[in-house]
């Protein structure tokens, strides 16, 4: 399976940014996808998820009130909307695809089990 990142960049404290992931029409059909994320000299953490057909996301505290997490099943697009970004959002940017292990609220990476290659965001003050 092959899903690929894109749209990271470098942006101000305050800025917004919108990420897509590609990948194989199947996955879009019949999974829930992800975004993880990891900075620098840290473990990947998990950032947004949603449910195969569009419906349910949810988020980690971090980001909750100004990441939103959306998908375009026709397009087989999963698009993750940063707004009012912090330095500490650095990271490279990952998405994922459900693993066997999945259900609903999974944020551990064990859950996904198909990953794509990062895309970098710097966020500078």
């Known amino acids: 399976v092959q899903l690929q990142a894109s749209g990271g960049g470098s942006v101000q404290t305050g800025d917004s940014l919108r990420l897509s992931c590609v990948g194989p029409?199947?996955?879009?059909?019949?999974?829930?996808m992800a975004w993880f994320r990891q900075a620098p000299g840290k473990e990947r953490e998990f950032v947004a998820a949603?449910?195969?057909?569009?419906?349910?996301?949810y988020y980690a505290d971090s980001v909750k009130g100004r990441f939103t997490i959306s998908r375009d099943n026709v397009k087989n697009m999963l698009y993750l909307q940063m707004s009012a970004l912090k330095p500490e959002d650095t990271a490279d940017y990952f998405c994922?695809?459900?693993?066997?292990?999945?259900?609903?609220?999974?944020?551990?990476?064990?859950?996904?089990?198909?990953w794509g290659q990062g895309t970098e965001v710097t966020v500078s003050s």
């Open positions: 949603i449910s195969r057909g569009g419906g349910r996301p």
């Open positions: 029409g199947h996955i879009f059909a019949d999974y829930a």
């Open positions: 994922a695809a459900e693993g066997r292990s999945f259900h609903y609220g999974s944020a551990s990476q064990d859950a996904f089990g198909f």
